[in-house]
């Protein structure tokens, strides 16, 4: 009987956990009435979102209307980088300031912008994967409206300083956004002592189901909509409010704090157990971003004389589950825009697998990825040549 597969791909998506699936239920059946109706249905809808939008903002340390429930990650990040630089840049400030590591939702908002008028500028990163501060300092003027740096970077795992790019931001006059996707339920993420204006976070990555997320909006910081139609979230979110998913992110907030710092030690045991082991199995591993501050639960490598596209088949034929920063495009394997960025080798980078441990990941599984590992290669190197 063959062994049952291992998911390591937890920076990807999580498994919708149980407690949310059971908070959630009701709001797709005997409760499922429209928030903005008036009737006892309505009534009933409304008061369920409203404490979801109370309890979403406790977890961030933010305000009820601070919250702007959103579909994902990626409208939580356009939002923010667009309809923030749409009306600061009205005020004669064209600059938009990101870095080449973001996550495409975050890259693709800032070169719209640039599209718009906007003079984009993009921080330079250092071999290690943290964003280069003198870089930032030179580039952070009074020009800049906005400037969007991720708190986790999702492929490395580098935690970078958004405390003190938000600083440099706020000294200018700029807004300052941050992609906390990967951040949330691993670090500290607590508006109170960090001084952004908007912060993205996104519920399937720590338990709620997918297409469900919320920005933080500091009171007081304007924002142009995205989408127009009604008056719903203060005007910012126009549409009908998704109570069931609501209720799911605040319950998965409240589940991941509650649980964090045992969980964020188990993780770095297994992430460290899993590092050792493959670089004990595969001496010439190359680890990216292992010498700057990670979250606990990625592990970013590269296998040289192989490519990604060739280690996660070979991966997949084991039944193990991971993920890449590379893209298999018209028969060639590109390398990571992250790596690129950070100055690696095209062939280190097309050769990059990130695995995330979670929930679902226990010391055994772990083991049974190290000791197959060798084989893994070997298979990835066989089907490398083919390409």
């Known amino acids: 009987m063959p062994a049952p597969p291992i998911y390591l791909d937890h920076a990807a998506t999580t498994p919708v956990r149980p407690e949310v699936l059971e908070a959630m239920l009701p709001y797709f059946d005997a409760k499922f009435g429209n928030a903005s109706s008036a009737h006892r249905w309505g009534r009933e809808a409304r008061a369920a979102t409203d404490a979801a939008r109370e309890r979403i903002a406790a977890c961030l340390g933010a305000q009820p209307d601070e919250i702007c429930l ?52 993009l921080l330079a990163i250092d071999p290690t994967g943290l964003v280069n501060l003198d870089a930032a300092r030179a580039h952070i003027r009074q020009d800049v409206a906005l400037v969007s740096v991720m708190w986790v970077n999702n492929e490395t795992g580098v935690i970078q300083p958004v405390a003190e790019l938000a600083e440099m931001a706020k000294a200018a006059g700029a807004i300052f956004h941050t992609d906390a996707v990967q951040a949330f339920g691993k670090l500290d993420v607590d508006v109170r002592s960090l001084p952004c204006d908007f912060l993205s976070v996104s519920g399937h990555k720590f338990g709620a189901p997918k297409s469900i ?115 298999c495009q018209s028969g060639s394997v590109t390398p990571s825009h992250v790596l690129t960025a950070m100055g690696l080798p095209a062939d280190v980078g097309a050769s990059a697998v990130r695995f995330s441990v979670g929930k679902l990941t226990a010391a055994e599984q772990i083991d049974r990825v190290i000791a197959l590992f060798p084989d893994v290669v070997r298979g990835a190197r066989a089907m490398a040549g083919k390409f």
């Open 213 to 327: 997320g919320a920005v933080y909006v500091r009171r007081g910081t304007a924002l142009a909509p995205l989408f127009f139609g009604g008056s719903q979230d203060r005007g910012r979110r126009p549409g009908t409010e998704n109570t069931p998913m609501a209720v799911a992110l605040a319950t998965a907030m409240e589940l991941a704090l509650s649980e964090r710092d045992v969980e964020v030690a188990r993780l770095r045991s297994l992430r460290d157990r899993l590092e050792a082991g493959l670089r004990a199995a595969q001496p010439d591993l190359v680890v990216h971003g292992h010498v700057a501050p990670r979250v606990p639960h990625i592990l970013h490598c590269s296998v040289p004389g192989t490519d990604s596209e060739s280690l996660l088949m070979s991966l997949d034929l084991k039944g193990v589950a991971a993920s890449s920063g590379s893209a």
């Open 70 to 121: 959103t579909s994902g990650g990626t409208e939580a990040d356009n939002l923010a980088v667009l309809g923030g630089w749409r009306v600061q840049q009205g005020n004669g400030r064209p600059g938009i300031v990101s870095t080449p590591i973001e996550h495409k939702a975050v890259l693709e908002a800032v070169h719209q912008a640039a599209r718009e008028g906007g003079d984009e500028r």
